[in-house]
């Protein structure tokens, strides 16, 4: 999948995924991976980081994702930008 850029997520969001990460909670994602198809797994939240501007999640299987390609989180979406 082509990079077009990062569209930061909304506050609100990435206040929602912290909880998440901390309380170890086992979640539903679905994502779009690097190559643009649509993926779904449950796994808990370890961690938030970003690098290079791109904010991104860590999985407790070491997976990373694009806080950008979310599509749903325990049946809640993300909307872009804070």
């Known amino acids: 999948m082509e990079d077009s850029g990062y569209t930061k997520v909304s506050c609100t969001f990435y206040d929602?995924?912290?909880v998440l990460a901390v309380s170890g909670k086992i979640s539903d994602i679905s994502f779009l991976d690097d190559r643009g198809a649509h993926s779904r797994i449950r796994a808990r939240i370890?961690?938030?980081?970003s690098t290079e501007g791109v904010e991104y999640l860590k999985t407790d299987s070491?997976?990373?994702i694009r806080l950008?390609?979310?599509?749903?989180?325990?049946?809640?979406?993300?909307?872009?930008?804070c």
């Open 16 to 18: 929602e995924l912290e």
């Open 46 to 49: 370890r961690t938030l980081f």
């Open 62 to 64: 070491g997976l990373q």
């Open 68 to 81: 950008d390609r979310i599509a749903e989180i325990d049946g809640k979406s993300p909307w872009p930008t």
